[in-house]
């Protein structure tokens, strides 16, 4: 059996956790994104070169923007953030080639870079880049488009870490002045969380992920704070829609962390949608040729009204 903890809904065991089907989970959820006033049929649009702009003063602090050429305005932002374990010796790369199958379909993606573990990032400099550059499109971003952002639309996609990243900055609101970043001043609309670490403790005891410990610099016990500071579990209910999406194959980050943030969601009363797709691991997310990818694409599609 499971047990009542200090969130308010059922955790134990594994089965425990999958028995977690409240109303919302594993349903389709609704297309949300605001309707333009001067709404057209669909166009294709190809994808200009990306603009690389620094947002901070490392190496590491940088995105690269993604444009449709022409003249098209009013874009929706897709803030886009790859995973790899919070570590140095993964990147954006990949997101990049998700970020161009985004834009086709007349929407900006802010790829995004951050400090790394094993370069100059860790606690609490990764949480904060990525609160930086979300912050920086008012600014930078705006400018570099010359106007042509609808930053009343900016939707949050990440993978993996990436996907801890994407959920803690829908979360960040509701975290008060200790968390990294400082206050939550640019709006985001929704997210998509692909195969996302939602319980940071969660993930460093039952999962044994040494990632996780790296990031923050020791165990649950050594460093609380940092484990209910970096877990979006935590922060509910945020008020926003986030749609996560995992396969029932992976080994690398457990199914039951998006089950369970899901369940803890809607018991909330938060609009959160699980996504659980069969046969699929891990990388698969990170092809934009694969049915993981497809599904995250029309989650984010549909998010930002496109």
């Not at 955790?11 to 006033?37: D, M, N, Q, S």
């Not at 985001?188 to 195969?195: D, E, F, G, N, Q």
């Not at 209910?237 to 080994?251: F, M, N, R």
């Not at 909330?268 to 997310?285: E, I, N, R, T």
Request: one cysteine or more.
């Amino acid at each position: 059996m499971g047990k009542i903890n200090r969130r308010g809904f059922l955790v134990g065991t594994v089965g425990a956790a999958a028995a977690l089907t409240l109303a919302g989970c594993g349903e389709e959820p609704p297309v949300i994104g605001l309707a333009r006033a001067d709404a057209v049929p669909p166009r294709v649009f190809t994808v200009a070169p990306p603009v690389r702009i620094r947002y901070g003063a490392t190496s590491d602090n940088f995105g690269d923007l993604y444009l449709p050429t022409g003249e098209a305005g009013n874009l929706p932002v897709v803030v886009m953030i790859h995973g790899g374990g919070w570590a140095q010796s993964h990147s954006l790369g990949y997101t990049g080639v998700l970020a161009r199958s985004l834009v086709p379909h007349g929407i900006a993606v802010w790829n995004i870079e951050y400090r790394r573990v094993g370069g100059l990032g860790g606690w609490p400099v990764t949480l904060a880049d990525a609160a930086d550059a979300v912050e920086a499109l008012p600014g930078l971003v705006q400018q570099y488009a010359n106007g042509r952002l609808d930053l009343r639309r900016v939707h949050v996609a990440g993978h993996s870490a990436g996907g801890q990243l994407a959920a803690w900055l829908v979360s960040r609101p509701k975290m008060g002045a200790g968390a990294p970043g400082g206050p939550a001043l640019q709006p985001l609309h929704s997210a998509t969380v692909m195969a996302g670490v939602f319980d940071m403790r969660m993930a460093a005891v039952q999962g044994r992920d040494h990632f996780v410990q790296r990031l923050l610099g020791g165990t649950p016990l050594q460093v609380p704070d940092r484990y209910h500071l970096s877990s979006p579990i935590d922060f509910l209910p945020i008020g926003l829609p986030v749609t996560a999406i995992h396969g029932d194959k992976d080994t690398t980050v457990s199914p039951d962390q998006s089950r369970l943030y899901v369940s803890a969601a809607n018991y909330m009363g938060d609009p959160a949608w699980l996504k659980m797709l069969p046969g699929v691991g891990h990388m698969d997310f990170g092809d934009p040729r694969t049915a993981a990818w497809a599904s995250a694409k029309k989650s984010i599609l549909g998010y930002v009204g496109v």
